[in-house]
C-alpha cells in the first residue's frame, strides 16, 4: 500500500473561531473548524489516488481537541493513511501549532478520519 499523507498549513482567524461557528463563547480556534480542516487535509491526501470520475465521502470521525488556539495562531494539521479495504480509506489526523521551536509545538488535536471513494456521479444521482 502506498502511503497516502498531506500537511495543510491554517491560521485562526475571528471567523474560526467557537464564538464564530456556534460552538462555544470564546474567540478561540473552534472544534467545528478544526474537524473540517483535519477532513480537508484527508482529502487533500486521498485526491492523486482516486480514479476519475470519482471522489471520497467523509464517513465516520474521532477527534481529540486537546489545545486552545487564539486568533493569529498558525496550525499545520496533517492526515497520513493508516488502513484501506478497497473504498474505505482511514486516516489518522493530527493538529499542532506551527513555528517555533520542537520544544513550542504543542499538539492541538489528534484523530481518525474514514473516507469511503465513490462515484461521483452515481453518488449524486441517489438524492
Do not use: Q
Request: with cysteine; proline share 3%.
Amino acid at each position: 500500500m502506498t502511503e497516502l499523507h498531506a500537511t495543510l498549513t491554517f491560521a485562526v482567524t475571528d471567523a474560526d473561531t467557537a464564538e464564530a461557528v456556534g460552538s462555544g463563547s470564546l474567540p478561540v480556534l473552534g472544534t467545528p473548524r478544526l474537524l473540517a480542516w483535519c477532513e480537508a487535509a484527508t482529502c487533500r491526501a486521498i485526491e492523486a489516488s482516486l480514479p476519475d470520475g470519482s471522489t471520497s465521502v467523509g464517513t465516520r470521525i474521532a477527534l481529540e481537541h486537546l489545545v486552545a488556539s487564539p486568533v493569529g495562531a498558525a496550525l499545520e494539521v496533517t492526515a497520513t493513511s493508516v488502513y484501506v479495504d478497497g473504498r474505505l480509506h482511514r486516516f489518522s489526523v493530527a493538529a499542532r501549532h506551527a513555528g517555533g521551536t520542537a520544544k513550542d509545538t504543542k499538539v492541538v488535536a489528534t484523530g481518525e478520519v474514514t473516507r469511503v471513494v465513490v462515484d461521483a456521479e452515481r453518488f449524486m444521482g441517489r438524492l
